[in-house]
């Protein structure tokens, strides 16, 4: 089993800064990518900001030049720097990695159980 724990969301005025971490445990061997999607009303998730393994982080137009995706794969964690927020980046905020492990093969997509953020204006 793989877990991720995410921390980090909570409550900002627009133009403040959050950052998320997520920490990933259990059976995981290689990974291949760590990122950040979120929710929107239509229970879709979307890409926020991903890092493949081996190459340069990926964002969403809505977001680029105001967040920083990096990982740390020592410690398993994936982490989104959030600045300049707005409220239209108000949402749930769900940590993806994809891994390959012992016990399982090909590579997985795992979720984490999501954190919130809202933007107030």
């Known amino acids: 089993q793989v877990h991720l724990v995410e921390s980090g969301g909570g409550s900002v005025q627009a133009g403040g800064s959050l950052r998320l971490s997520c920490v990933a445990s259990g059976d995981i061997e290689t990974i291949s990518a760590m990122g950040w999607y979120r929710q929107d009303p239509r229970f879709d998730r979307d890409l926020v900001a991903d890092?493949?393994?081996?190459?340069?982080?990926r964002y969403a137009d809505s977001v680029k030049g105001r967040f920083t995706i990096s990982r740390d794969d020592a410690k398993k964690t994936v982490y989104l720097q959030m600045n300049s927020l707005k409220p239209e980046d108000t949402g749930i905020y769900y940590c993806n990695v994809v891994s390959r492990g012992v016990y399982y093969s090909p590579p997985r997509n795992h979720w984490g159980q999501g954190t919130r953020v809202t933007v107030s204006s």
């Open positions: 890092i493949i393994t081996g190459s340069s982080p």
